[in-house]
Each structure stands twice: as C-alpha cells, then as structure tokens.
C-alpha cells in the first residue's frame, strides 16, 4: 500500500499529463481560424494543424507505451515531458507555418509517450478494487473536462488575446510535471528487455498509413486515390505486424492481451464511444458558429455544461461502485443515456434552450461509462505489460477518434451535399449526430453483453461459494 502523499501525488501527474494531452488536442479547434489568419494558411493546410499532432500521437502510442514498460515510467516520461514542452514553446514563437506544423508533429511525439506511460502509472500503483476505480473515475472526469476546457481556453485567448497563449501555459505545467514525476515516482522501476524494433517500425508505419486515409478523406473522399492506397497498405503492414508479433521474443504488442474477451469488448465499445463523442465536438461547434451565429468564445462555453455534469457523474462512480454496482452496468448505464442525449441533438431545432439538455446528457452518461471502461480495460494485465496494455487503450482511443471524425463528416458530405450554406451546415451536423447515436447504440449492446458475462459469472460462482460454506460449518 502506497503512502497517501505519494499515491496523491502519482495520480497527480496521471490527471495533469492527461489534462495538458487533451488540452493540446481541442485548443486548436477553436483557435484555427486565428491560426490561419495570422500565419498565412489556406484551408487545405490549416487542418494539418491538428491532423499533424493526431497522426503522429495515435501512430506512436504502441511504441511509446512498450519504452515505459523496458526503460523505466520515469525516463519516458522526462524525455516526453521535455519533447511536449519544447514543440509547444516553438509552436508560441512560430513565425510560419512550417515551424507550426513541424512543431505540432513533435508535440504529438511527446503526447504518445506521456498519455500510455501515465495511464499505466494507475494500474501499477493503484490495486484493483475501490482505489483503482477512484483513479479511473477521476480519469474519466479529466476526459470531458479536458476538451471542454480546451475548446473554452481556445476560445477566449483567440478572441481576447493570442492563441500563443495557449501553448506557452504547457510549459510550466510540464516543469511541475516534472517536478512530481521527480519526487513521486522510484528511478529504479524498470525491468530488463529489448525494445522490438521491427515492431516498433510496422506498427508505426500501420497506424500512420491508416490515419492519414482516414484524415485525407475529410478533404477527398474515400474514393480518392491516395486514400485508396494508403488505407490498404496501413491494413497490410498492420497484418504484417500482428504476424511478427506472434513469434516475437519481446512484443511491442503482447497478442495474449487479446484472449481476453472481456477486454475486446470494452476496447470496441471504447473505439465506437470515442469516434461517436469526436465527431460530436466537431458538428456541434460547426452549428454553434456557422449557423447559430457564436464566436469562438461563445461555442467553447456552450460546451461547459457537458463536462460540469461529466465531472459530477463521474463523481458518483466510487459511490456507486462501493453500493455494488458493477463497473459493467455503470458502462450501460453512462451509454443508455448517452444514447438519449444524441438522438435528442439529432432531432432538435437549433436554439440553446433546445440543444441544452441532450448535451448535458452527453456528458452525464459519458462521465458514467468513461471511468469503468478504463477499469476493465486494463483488469488482469500482468504488471510487466501494464505500459502495453495502456498503449492499447490509448491507441484505440486516438484512432476512434480520428475514425469518427473522418468517416462521419466524409458520410455527411456525401449524403447532404458540401456546401457552405447555413443550411447546409445544420444539416450535416444533424445528420452526423444521427450517426453517433447508431455508433453509440451499437456500443451499448456490446456493453450489455459484457454485462450478461458479468452476471453469468456471479451466478456461477455462487452455488461453489455456497457448497464451500456448508462444507465449513459441516
């Protein structure tokens, strides 16, 4: 049992990190248009700004993850912390756009080494049962409140002051990272092994290839050559790398993780929530500025009542949990109304008064779910594959992510037209709702089957318990 200064302490850069991650993700959103502006970007390029940082995180989480694992939590994370706060200085003093973009890709490069070796932190400290589902709670708030907050933060520096300013405030939140990192976590947590390095290269050549289609798509379609040919090579080299996985010594993926049934369910819920609540942020601050007439500032407060109900939700959980439910009917629950609230933006006329309420319920049921999918994912991982298995979920996470957001606005593209009209615009981002809620649909009905394996076991373990307590008083 972990000291409670320390255990405060490590769960202290697990939330900070993850904060300043997903802060970096959705500050872009709402400063993109003064971005542009100011350095001279077109349209075309503009969308690298944050397609750089996404790329090159969701391509280099596996191997990010798996360095932690063999060198050690807390050399990963100074030399993530050090790449993450040097690009997001030379992204405040860029003079153009090339420095922008180049920066924005080593900024990525630091996020994939910090976002799997923090989430590990949790399963290698916290012990499964009330204190890991505390830290996975706590998680899953900081997951709402984090874009949220970057939308808003976006907003009011591009409007009031200078984008820059949004990146400069990473460094000091880096050096005090660091300062925790120093004091909390032991230097001599590592274990001896070799770093898979075919591994390392396929999966990243994989996961890049494929996320550039899905990104490039937004702007071409599918139908789009490049897109063609770069989604069926990544899928190739994917394959190529789960094969040498199979036999190999040291896997930057152990494909054991897998045989757990349980897990895959949980990751594919995960995968369909993430790319579901993304593409949501993306249609909603579309309807908020170009067809209900908000500024920057005005879109990313509409946002805050989302993640003050996310926080509070999350909140619960610990509560809920020790009152015996189960982290399998919390995720039912979080999506159930999650559902609810998305077929609510599907349906609804575009005013506040009417959009207020199905947003909330976004964020309430995603604060319920959001902390005991973590929980799941990462049960029954060895501790030596705790960086791996923490690899998976965020890598799942960021390609969700991008998934969500490319196919569902190239699907609303094809199906409503791409004009710029206000019109149109309201019903593209009606008509991308209405994909989430099926994506979110089809998640809980995979959550419900987790939760029927769940009770199935309970039952099953029950008559054994019994018959052993008669054996004892017999």
Do not use: C
């Not at 700004?49 to 990963?76: E, M, N």
């Not at 999966?203 to 289609?213: C, M, N, R």
């Not at 606005?409 to 206000?422: E, K, M, N, P, Y």
């Amino acid at each position: 049992m972990l000291p409670s200064k320390i255990s405060h302490m490590i769960l202290s850069i697990v939330l900070l990190g993850y904060f300043m991650i997903l802060l970096d993700t959705s500050i872009v959103i709402t400063g993109l248009p003064a971005i542009g502006s100011e350095l001279g970007i077109d349209p075309v390029h503009l969308s690298w700004v944050q397609s750089s940082y996404t790329l090159v995180f969701g391509a280099l989480l596996l191997l990010g993850a798996r360095a932690g694992d063999i060198f050690g939590r807390k050399k990963v994370l100074y030399i993530g912390l050090a790449l993450f706060a040097a690009s997001s200085l030379a992204i405040a003093l860029s003079p153009n756009a090339a420095v922008l973009i180049g920066a924005r890709v080593v900024q990525g490069a630091g996020a994939a080494i910090i976002a799997p070796a923090t989430l590990a932190l949790i399963t290698e400290f916290f012990p499964e049962g009330p204190a890991r589902l505390r830290a996975t709670s706590a998680y899953g708030a900081v997951a709402g409140i984090g874009v949220a907050a970057g939308l808003v933060i976006g907003g009011v520096f591009a409007d009031l002051l200078s984008w820059r300013i949004g990146f400069f405030i990473n460094v000091p939140i880096a050096a005090v990272l660091a300062y925790i990192v120093h004091k909390a976590i032991p230097a001599t947590f590592s274990r001896p092994g070799s770093l898979d390095i075919f591994g390392a290269i396929t999966s990243t050549a994989g996961i890049a290839a494929v996320l550039y289609a899905i990104v490039r798509s937004a702007d071409y379609s599918w139908t789009d050559p490049f897109v063609l040919i770069s989604l069926v090579l990544g899928i190739a080299v994917f394959i190529w790398f789960l094969r040498h996985e199979s036999s190999a010594k040291e896997p930057l993926l152990p494909l054991g993780l897998f045989k757990n049934r349980r897990r895959n369910t949980i990751l594919a819920s995960r995968f369909l929530l993430v790319g579901s609540v993304m593409s949501f942020f993306f249609f909603a601050t579309q309807l908020f500025q170009d067809t209900m007439g908000m500024n920057a500032l005005q879109a990313g407060l509409a946002f805050m009542p989302l993640s003050l109900l996310q926080f509070a939700s999350a909140a619960m959980v610990p509560r809920l949990s020790r009152a015996g439910v189960s982290d399998s009917m919390l995720t039912v629950i979080g999506f159930a109304i999650m559902v609810i609230g998305m077929a609510g933006l599907a349906f609804v006329p575009n005013t506040m008064i009417a959009l207020i309420l199905p947003i909330v319920l976004v964020g309430f049921g995603q604060g319920f779910a959001f902390g005991p999918m973590t929980a799941l994912a990462v049960q029954g991982a060895p501790k030596d594959q705790s960086g791996a298995v923490s690899g998976l979920v965020n890598s799942l996470h960021q390609i969700g992510g991008t998934f969500g957001l490319g196919v569902f606005s190239s699907l609303a593209v094809a199906v409503i037209g791409h004009d710029a009209t206000s019109e149109m615009i309201s019903d593209r981002a009606h008509f991308g709702f209405l994909l989430s809620t099926v994506t979110l649909t089809l998640a809980t009905i995979f959550a419900v089957t987790l939760l029927k394996r769940h009770e199935t076991r309970k039952s099953s373990e029950r008559p054994t318990q019994l018959v052993d307590e008669k054996a004892v008083t017999s």
